[in-house]
């Protein structure tokens, strides 16, 4: 399968989530359901999905939900509760409050002022969805001068879209780790915890100039951010017994798809969303249920001035 046809392969495989959410808006949607939609694996799919349309699954339905609503409060006399149970709402209060949020009005006032509401909401799906379709366009544009700079020849294409992101794949090995565990918001927090807990561990320990992993267990779309898990980890040896509040365990080895990455901390969210967006779709790999993590071998460099830092984004793959 060359790399366009299975970057359209995964445009496909998401239309049909969106499709089967459409069919299914009254009816509990659960990550596991949807995602078996698609044939992704569980694990990831609200990255994947939040990467391919710009927003996270629970947005995406909650906004579904509601515009569906208002289409039927414009087009119909039914009851607002039989409006209210037809998208997955509980009960018409559940519904009012949501509906008032999204729209700013309730849905009794959507109602009356049908025609002009109808109006206003049709140009706004339609302006989102080609704000999402430029955004698609772009990154498909980009595909094709690629493309179009080589020889014609769509492995030719592929093999330089990969060099330019600089992706490998790679069998890892599975390795025996010590990790300390910090629970909240990702972002300058993890950076902390890494300065003030993490590395000085790592002195005390005896374990400065040994391969060193990130290991986010929790996606933030869906798990509360206070509530977010990550492990900053090191390679031990087999014999190795843990001091002090580090833990012990292991990282799985297998086929990831490995992704230098130069930059600061606020730069490696948007590393990853093009690992995922931009990369995945055309690489003809797909998730699975391994964890994700940051590399960082025992010569990585850091600039404290800057805060410019080196590592490789590790991404679990098997074939699509």
Known sequence: MTWRESRR???RRMNSVLDYIDRHLGEPLD????AAVAHFSPYHFHRLFAAWMGETLGDYLWRRRLERGALLLCNGDQAILAVALSIGFGSPEAFTRAFKARFGCTPTSWRKGAAERAQALLEEMQARRAQQMRKQDQVQRKLDQAGQEGNGDDADSFKAWEAHMQVRIVQLSACKIAYQRYIGPYGPGVSRFWAQTFIPWLAAA???GRSCYGIGHD??????????RYDAAVVVPDDYVASGSAVLSSLPGGCYAVARFEGTGADIGDAWLTLLRDWLPSSGM???????FEHYPADAQYDPETQVFNCELCLPVRPA
């Open 9 to 11: 392969e995964y445009g």
């Open 31 to 34: 990550l596991e359901t949807v």
């Open 206 to 208: 005896g374990l400065t």
């Open 219 to 228: 996606d933030p779309s869906v798990t509360a951010p206070d509530k977010c």
């Open 286 to 292: 797909q998730c699975d249920n391994r964890p994700c």
